[in-house]
């Protein structure tokens, strides 16, 4: 959470949000520069992420096969933006291929590894490329171009449909996008072929990862020691998941899986599921056009169609786990590449019900949702070149200029509230809570704050739902 201070007075105060509402707030959002004092644009930026090290860096990957690398300050400059990673030379460049994903390793504050997924030329024949390269020692702004570990190849029978997105579960194996190959329709049936890596959610393990054996099989993947079927394969019978994302507080993978003619679809992916493609387009039948095979088909969270004007290309998005949206806070937030259409999925695992709520119209094309090491939520605008975020003015403020560090939490919070506050000086504190009209409805003093910060707790159960103020005074 973010504080305004007027140190004069020796008193912090920000937002909290108690039982939000669902829908509350939402119609506040705005978009906005995430980076306004940089004048350089990315040059088709299709991922944001960070390396989870702490270092409070964010990356840019550019679909020519370039990795920028800067502070995840508001106020940074170009000269604090530098090349992380150059490979320009060995990318297939064209609409769908590029370099298209980067997920740095679960350890790389130790091994300094971190993987790509790019397009490339291979004696005639274009190639998908999983690769593992590795940050310098002396400088982690700068990656050694010739580390590379070329970890997994599959050729691509078309230039379209490549998804793309590389990233880390929980369980520490790497995930990994394939679309189906391209043309259109899914002419090899790639999507319902277990015997190719393509139209799949692929999962392996890169721990050990070596020349001679690059990856290994995680012993819990579906398809291991079944005939003619590739164990890489977690799930199947996708067309094109332009971004997968996995929850950081549920380990649930989202998938966005863009369409053929008439339909886009959200996913929730599952250990050996299968979501249908070539068969059905979202929730209709696609090949054959009529009595299409049902059983054993997953249907997507939501689908969209074509026809209603929403949108024609589905960017998969985040579960958004930040703070400074709290209205947003455990929805997945997507888009629309083509029409700039940004929504968020309220997802009940229970009823499987889903309520999908219209956001905004964003001023360009999504390539990309992106998240940094606090959670909060970026957005890649694939012409303008710009880093974007969503605000909410409800909750803007500066952080404070004070030897003090401020924890509200949870936010939002449910019966209770706990404060925890470190200072460089002892004394008492109190906390107020005031309703947005200014009435105090609650508060709390401690008589003594202490240095290692032991957190306190306010007893909130009795408080209607709604957004409230705190004032801290120490």
Known sequence: ??????????????????FFAQNAATQNLRVADAFPNLTLLFDRPVEFTHAGDFSDRVFVVEQPGVIR????????????????????????????????????????????????????NQNGQLQSVVS??????????????????????????????????ITFGPDGF????????????????AGQDLNTLLGKILRIDVRQATAAIPYAIPPGNPFINRPNTRPEIFAYGLRNPWKISIDRLTGQIWAGDVGQNLREEIDLIVRGGNYGWRFREGRVCYNPATDCPTEGLIDPV?????????????????VYRGELLPSLYGKYVYGDFASGNIWAITYDTTSRTTTNEFLLRFPGNISAFGEAQNGEMYICNYITGRVQVLRDPLVTAAEPNAPVSIRIFP?????????????????PV????YDVQGRLVHSVRQERLSNNGQPFTLDTGDLPPGLYVYRLEA
């Open 411 to 427: 936010n939002p919070a449910n019966d209770r509230l706990s404060v925890e506050v470190k200072g460089s000086q002892t004394g």
């Open 69 to 120: 690398v800067f502070p995840n300050n508001p106020n940074v400059t170009d000269a604090q933006v530098v090349t992380f990673l150059d490979i320009r030379p060995q990318i297939v460049l064209g609409n769908e291929t590029g370099l298209l994903g980067l997920a740095f390793d679960p350890a790389f504050p130790t091994n300094r590894h971190f993987y790509v997924y790019y397009t490339r």
């Open 302 to 318: 939501w689908d969209y169609t074509h026809a209603s004007g929403d949108g024609r290309s589905v960017t998969g998005g985040i």
């Open 430 to 433: 109190a906390v107020r809570l």
């Open 174 to 189: 790497l995930y990994i996008a394939s679309g189906d190959g391209g043309s259109g329709g899914d002419p090899l049936n």
């Open 1 to 18: 959470m973010n504080f305004s201070v007027r140190c004069a007075n020796r008193f912090f105060q920000g937002l909290f949000l108690l």
């Open 132 to 165: 593992r390269f590795t940050a310098s020692a002396g400088n982690p702004n700068q990656a050694d171009p010739a580390s590379e570990l070329v970890l997994l190849t599959f050729d691509q029978p078309f230039a379209n449909h490549n998804g793309g997105k």
